[in-house]
């Protein structure tokens, strides 16, 4: 039996935010998601999550029905964390310590370190070129771990040492509950510290077993900022290169993020500065054009995205081409070839198969058939200043350049729109509607001159 125990109560001052510290985004969900997704991975019994600054965010963000919530008032360190959670486990069983603030670690190495903890402690440690900030694992002359010294605590040559304390620890639910209630604050920072309990059950002859990983960035614990980004790059960098190796094609894979999931048919192109979010799945010979935002998308075969356009909550129909410069609002939906181009922007709008709505137009709430040509500057008057209303148009319908449609609208099927009319009446199948001031021309007209008395 596996229980893990993640310690998220930390205000995380070196962050400088209001934000609880694991709730700061890792890919756009919160550090601590990440950390239960791995527990998760494990099949534990149960989860236990410490938390205490900010605990109701927390709690309110990341409620699943396999969590269970232990409250840590006062943040006096991370063995009294630990023990908060502690009478929640069950006796005979492995805990597991995560800490919230340190995403990065596979299930890989986790379960290496579980199952040598079911006979006593086991402790996961990493070699680092610059081991300041972690607490340093000290070894005997048999190489030995004979305790784990605080940064804050070490003497000089400790800090020498490079074997850092991870944070991962596993021991069996009886060993943490013997000697947590040991561990005494009696340091630099007043705190009960979890590893305390290493050098407690070496005293009583008990043998620590480690692991140490060689991956610098699989245990990286977020403090401030800057490591922050350090692990949303790496985070990034990895889902890059497991993409390309599905067969996708990434510009610059420095320069796409995914915060979300991402779905790829085969042949997929993306060219750099790729923003994705929620979820987005892209079919069969799709490009993405360079700056292109896309959130929660559907974006069927052999369709083309091209640059600086954002696109939320629509659907592309299969060989569609989208921008360059588009804005497609939520319930978007492109039939099977359609063009949508440069500055325009829909919302609630379903444009049919090969329609094109090609230069600086706004349609919204609108139905939209198949082979429609909107011209240049249409607009889709839906908004009366209190209601939205609907506009029509049926297959086949060409509405010439600069129009304003004032919904409520029905244009029927193979309708003609003249370029610069202001329709507000209903235009039968096959009709012209022609609403502009009819064209004077005044032959022996007078420019205006310059005025004399100009100074
Ligand atoms: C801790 C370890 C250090 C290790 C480093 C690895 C201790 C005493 N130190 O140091 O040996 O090298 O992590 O990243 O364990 N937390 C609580 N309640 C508390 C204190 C902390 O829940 O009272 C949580 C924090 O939210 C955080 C985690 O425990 O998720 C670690 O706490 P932090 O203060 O960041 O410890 P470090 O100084 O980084
Ligand atoms: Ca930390």
């Known amino acids: 039996m596996l229980e893990v125990v993640i ?19 890792i890919a756009g969900r919160p550090m601590l998601a990440h950390v239960i997704d791995t527990a998760r991975e494990l099949g534990p019994t149960a989860i236990h999550v410490v938390i205490g600054h ?21 943040q006096l360190g991370t063995g009294h964390a630990t023990m908060q959670a502690l009478p929640n486990t069950a006796p005979g069983s492995t805990v597991l310590v995560l800490f919230g603030d340190v995403p990065l670690t596979p299930a890989s190495t986790l379960e290496a370190l579980v199952d040598a903890a079911r006979e006593g402690p086991a402790l996961l440690t990493a070699i680092l070129e610059d081991a300041s900030g972690y607490g340093r694992i000290v070894r005997n002359d048999r190489g030995e771990l004979v305790g784990v010294v605080e940064d804050k605590d070490a003497s000089p040559e400790q800090r020498a040492i490079r074997e850092i304390n991870t944070g991962v620890l596993a021991a069996p639910q009886e060993d943490l509950a013997h000697y947590l209630p040991l561990v005494k604050n009696n340091n630099n920072q007043a705190e009960y510290y979890l590893p305390d309990v290493l050098g407690l059950a070496v005293r009583d002859g008990r043998h620590i077993a480690t692991f140490t990983t060689g991956s ?9 900022r800057v490591q922050l ?4 790059r790496e985070y990034q960098r990895r889902q890059a290169e497991k993409l390309m190796r599905e067969g996708v094609s990434i510009a610059d894979a420095g320069r796409l993020d995914i915060r979300g999931s991402l779905t790829c048919g085969r042949n997929v192109f993306l060219d750099v500065n790729v923003i994705i979010e929620g979820e987005v799945s892209l079919g069969d010979d799709v490009s993405i054009g360079a700056n292109c935002v896309l959130c929660d998308v559907e974006v069927r075969d052999g369709a083309q995205i091209h640059p ?11 060989n569609c081409s989208v921008g360059p410069f588009a804005r497609l ?3 978007t939906v492109l039939g099977d070839a359609a063009r949508v181009g440069n500055f325009v922007e829909t919302k609630k709008a379903n444009i049919g198969r090969g329609s094109k709505v090609n230069h600086l137009t706004y349609i919204g709430d609108c139905d939209m058939g198949a082979d429609v040509n909107i011209g240049a500057g249409t607009i889709t008057c839906n908004y009366d200043g209190v209601n939205k209303h609907t506009t029509r148009i049926g297959d086949g319908v060409f509405v010439g350049s600069n129009s304003t449609l004032v919904a409520p609208l029905d ?3 193979g309708g003609f729109v003249a370029a610069g009319s202001t329709v507000t009446k209903e235009v039968g199948a096959e009709e012209l509607a022609v609403a ?5 021309n005044i032959a022996g007209w007078q420019r205006p001159g310059r005025r004399e008395d100009k100074d």
Do not use: F, Y
């Open 7 to 25: 310690l998220a109560a930390g205000q995380g001052t070196r962050m400088k935010s209001d934000l609880p510290k694991v709730l700061h985004p």
């Open 54 to 74: 900010g605990a109701e965010r927390v709690r309110e963000q990341l409620a699943a029905d396999d969590i269970t919530w232990a409250v840590q008032e006062e």
């Open 216 to 224: 610098e960035l699989e245990i990286l614990g977020i403090n401030d």
């Open 229 to 232: 980004n350090t692990v949303e």
């Open 308 to 318: 600086m356009s954002h696109v939320q909550e629509a659907v592309i129909g299969n």
């Open 329 to 331: 609002r939520p319930g």
């Open 411 to 413: 244009i029927r099927q």
């Open 436 to 440: 502009r001031g009819k064209q004077r």
